[in-house]
C-alpha cells in the first residue's frame, strides 16, 4: 500500500512539474479570429500565428482582414488587408511583443482566448 502510494505520489508530482510556461507555448500557435462591427464598418480578422523559432525566441504571425465600409447605413464591397509580423517571445510577461506596430499578444490558454491590445480573439485551429 505504502509503495502504491509513493508511485501515486510521484506520478502526480512528474504531471504537475510538467505544467507552466511549456503549456501556454504549445497552445500559441494557430489560429485566432474575431469580429467587429462599428458605425462606419464591419471587419473580420484572423490572426495566425506559427510556431515558435527557438533560436531567434520570435513567433511568426500573419493578419489576415475582410472589411466593409458602411455608407449611409449600407455595406459596401469587401475589402482585404494583410500584414506579416515577427513577434519576439517575452519570457517573464508570457506574452509576444511586435516591434513593428508595438502590439503585444496576450494567451488564455484556458478560455480559448487570445489578447491583441484589448482586442479579442477566439482560437479555432490548432498550429
Request: charged share 25%.
Amino acid at each position: 500500500m505504502k509503495t502504491k502510494l509513493i508511485y501515486l505520489s510521484l506520478g502526480i508530482l512528474a504531471f504537475t512539474a510538467c505544467k507552466g510556461p511549456n503549456d501556454l507555448q504549445s497552445f500559441i500557435p494557430g489560429t485566432y479570429v474575431n469580429h467587429a462591427k462599428g458605425e462606419y464598418s464591419e471587419a473580420f480578422d484572423t490572426l495566425t500565428v506559427g510556431e515558435l523559432n527557438p533560436v531567434k525566441s520570435s513567433y511568426p504571425v500573419v493578419r489576415k482582414t475582410g472589411f466593409r465600409r458602411i455608407e449611409n447605413g449600407k455595406l459596401g464591397k469587401q475589402e482585404y488587408a494583410s500584414e506579416k509580423w515577427l513577434g519576439i517571445w517575452d519570457e517573464e510577461s508570457e506574452s509576444i511583443q511586435v516591434a513593428k506596430n508595438s502590439k503585444i499578444i496576450r494567451f488564455y490558454p484556458d478560455s480559448n482566448v487570445l489578447l491583441l491590445g484589448t482586442r479579442e480573439y477566439r482560437k479555432i485551429g490548432g498550429g
